[in-house]
């Protein structure tokens, strides 16, 4: 049997963490690596957090799961501690982000349905997102490497250029039912909305009747410095997709709304076998509420900032480097056109100890832990500045 016993769908690396400390990884022989990929942006707390590891401990000796066919007491708390924080009036809770994303088109449908308007399906996307690997969500990005080979793909979705808002408002017709956008575009290459299309694409659904969608599951969740990323951009959505750091590393997803936008959705529209767990639950509510706590959010702005600035000389000092792009930790470096980000990415893995992921547009995404410290930083710049030279040197 030439099959591997794990489907062979990723090309895995060399890299095999066994066990996790704050914001480092440790390898099956030992060798110390600085996660500065916090698993594509999930592990905001860094790894074995005591609070989370005694959330986790505590919940599974008491309840894991019983099924969304009984009242959930953990997730109503949960629930109403989002709403009170949030735009939101109702939760869905998933396990993915991919899940919270197909519950955010599933609701913006079933919204126009529910006002006797059926036909208004199509969900206008942008160029170079990504929003997961579901039939549904791969039908929302033009990219042939997430669409080759699975069509026929999921009708309704029309893909216009990302930050055009004149090409969005171009694509609104009688059959349309809304946007789907990321705040801040990550696979694709850590590119934030700008002020104008963000603020254009509210406008056009306040004025046509459509619902904003936006997907935060990388952006969001403190990431950026807000609670969500679109805090900064004086607006809120519709419906929102909510993933990764909302788990902290636990499998955890949400979908969120107002009262209007989820007006369609009722009993037995939508469901989930483990959406809402109590252990997940238990996880959610730790997170939040070192999140919320007083000065986290402070220090991801600061920290970001400082981190910010020392990638930005890195520039000078290396002539691989063309510009530092994204908000707060959600950051991205890219590079010029003569050098390969992915190549450079295993580069800082294998040579100097450096986790990185790299993105669309040839960009290395730097996705720390929020509770890095200034030393986290100087190390990451100090890696990262070695890496440079030696990967310039072979090249040359």
Request: glycine share 10%; charged share 20%.
């Amino acid at each position: 049997m030439s099959i591997t016993p794990l489907m062979p769908v990723y090309p895995r690396c060399d890299v095999r963490p066994v066990r996790g400390e704050g914001c480092y990884l440790i390898g099956e022989r030992g060798e110390r690596y600085l996660d500065f990929a916090s698993g594509i942006a999930v592990n905001l707390l860094g790894h074995g957090h005591p609070k989370l590891v005694k959330a986790i401990a505590d919940q599974a000796a008491t309840l894991m799961h019983t099924s969304n066919l009984y009242g959930m007491p953990l997730g109503e708390k949960f629930a109403q501690r989002l709403v009170d924080t949030t735009f939101a009036d109702t939760v869905f809770f998933t396990n993915s982000g991919a899940e919270a994303v197909e519950c955010a088109i599933k609701t913006a449908r079933r919204y126009h349905y529910a006002n006797g308007q059926a036909h208004r399906h199509k969900i206008i996307s942008f160029d170079n997102a990504f929003h997961g690997r579901t039939l549904g969500t791969i039908s929302a990005t033009s990219q042939p490497k997430m669409r080759d080979g699975f069509e026929p793909l999921l009708p309704g979705f029309t893909v216009v250029p990302f930050n055009d808002l004149e090409a969005a408002t171009a694509a609104v017709d009688d059959n349309t039912a809304g946007f789907l956008v990321e705040t801040v575009q990550g696979e694709g290459g850590v590119t934030p909305a700008t002020q104008e299309f963000l603020s254009g694409l509210r406008k056009l659904c306040d004025d046509h009747g459509l619902l904003l969608i936006l997907d935060e599951v990388q952006c969001g969740y403190a990431r950026t410095g807000t609670f969500f990323a679109h805090e900064q951009y004086g607006l809120t959505p519709d419906i929102m997709a909510v993933a990764k750091g909302i788990g902290a590393g636990f499998p955890l997803g949400a979908c969120l709304a107002t009262e209007e936008a989820a007006k369609g959705m009722v009993f037995g529209t939508h469901g989930s076998t483990y959406g809402g767990n109590p252990l997940a639950m238990a996880v959610g509510l730790t997170v939040l509420d070192e999140v919320l706590g007083e000065g986290f959010l402070d220090h991801v702005k600061s920290i970001g900032a400082r981190l910010r600035s020392a990638l930005e000389q890195l520039i000078p000092n290396h002539d691989m480097f063309e510009d530092v792009r994204g908000l707060g930790l959600m950051l991205g470096v890219k590079m010029k056109s003569d050098y390969d980000a992915r190549a450079f990415v295993a580069h800082l893995r294998d040579n100097h100890g450096l986790l990185t992921v790299s993105a669309g547009q040839n960009v290395v995404r730097i996705l720390p832990p929020l509770v890095i410290e200034e030393s986290h930083v100087a190390e990451c710049v100090e890696r990262l500045s070695a890496g440079a030279r030696s990967f310039a040197e072979a090249a040359a």
